[in-house]
């Protein structure tokens, strides 16, 4: 059943969350340049490599919960657990934004900062979707 439609809008998170991330710029910083996705890995502090770490689980997430499509009530459960991750990285990514040094000088937010913000959107209308296909086949499991 890939053909439902919260299968398209998981497919669009988990796209968002691997493969979008590494054409945007997170923010930029006067000495570094651009803020990438690729520098969170190669940065000492822990809080930092969380996002790039936490943006490829929400993208396995999506995609083990688009693969167990047979299983509404995990589908679902995963979806919640990924919107709350998401929510995480939103949360470090407006701190880490808000918070460069100095601010002596005109600091520019990338549009990447909300990406979690579009993940979040395309996951809750998968749930919705997919609450409406459990409260479907409920309903005609009460029939027979």
Do not use: H
Request: glycine content about 6%; proline content about 1%.
């Amino acid at each position: 059943m890939i053909q439902r439609v919260q299968s398209f809008y998981l497919i669009l998170a988990a796209f968002i969350s691997s493969v979008c991330v590494f054409f945007v710029d997170f923010c930029c910083l006067e000495n570094d340049g651009l803020f990438q996705i690729t520098d969170t890995f190669y940065d000492a502090r822990l809080l930092i490599k969380s996002i790039g770490i936490t943006f490829f689980v929400s993208a396995l997430l999506s995609l083990i919960s688009l693969l167990g499509y047979n299983n509404r009530k995990r589908q679902f459960v995963l979806g919640r657990i990924n919107i709350l991750i998401n929510f995480y990285l939103l949360g470090v990514l407006l701190s880490q934004s808000l918070k460069l040094p100095g601010e002596t000088f005109v600091s520019e937010k990338g549009i990447g900062v909300f990406l979690p913000l579009l993940v979040v959107v395309f996951l809750a209308m998968a749930n919705r979707a997919i609450k409406r296909d459990e409260d479907l086949v409920k309903s005609v499991d009460r029939l027979r």
